[in-house]
């Protein structure tokens, strides 16, 4: 069976989007902007790069509506249909009547994460998880035990405030961190989620 995966980036002060929702920082960084994927240095793979791997191991996403929004105004999804990347099946949690993309398999959900999540697990057919975003939808998923992993990789920007990564308390106790390396100008770290 998959895992539930956390895979975001962030600010070294803690943040994922700016106050305006934006991720736009992000791709002032190099190995940020999605035109980087594919553009490391001597052949060094760019943090874009290790998502894609990540990608193709992913079987469902999901993700908050300010995500699903800023994804449709930022590409113009809705106008352009065919620049929503996801191949995989996408949950949508919203409390409102939201666009869907035209040809793109997403469902919109309220309620309970646990729910979601076993539907989320059927379809994914034993691969990954991908909780999109946002910090309070993820944790969501962490105080119903159904969490795995958090992946972060820390883009040296400090944004001030924003939207935050994780807005829970979740102490040491909770996290064994499996990994911590550079990656261009991103340190990437992973915590396995102890239940």
């Known amino acids: 069976m998959g895992k539930t995966v956390y895979n975001t980036a962030t600010s070294v002060d803690g943040f994922i989007a700016d106050p305006d929702n934006s991720l736009e920082w992000l791709f002032t960084v190099p190995g940020g902007h999605p035109d980087d994927l594919g553009a490391g240095e001597g052949g060094a793979e760019t943090p874009l790069d290790e998502f894609a791997e990540f990608l193709k191991g992913v079987g469902a996403i999901c993700m908050g509506s300010t995500t699903y929004e800023w994804i449709l105004n930022f590409e113009h999804v809705l ?27 997403i469902r919109f959900a309220s309620g309970d994460v646990a729910a979601v999540h076993a539907e989320m ?75």
């Open 79 to 105: 106008e352009q249909p065919e620049k929503w990347e996801y191949e995989q099946p996408a949950w949508v949690f919203t409390s409102r009547e939201l666009p869907a993309v035209p040809g793109a398999d």
């Open 121 to 195: 697990t059927a379809v994914a057919e034993g691969k990954d998880l991908w909780i999109v975003g946002g910090g309070d939808l993820v944790g969501q998923f962490f105080e119903a035990g159904l969490l795995d992993e958090i992946r972060v990789s820390l883009a040296p920007v400090f944004l001030g405030g924003g939207a935050p990564l994780l807005p829970r308390r979740i102490l040491s106790d909770r996290l064994e961190l499996i990994e911590a390396r550079p990656s261009g100008q991103f340190a990437c770290l992973a915590y396995r989620v102890k239940n």
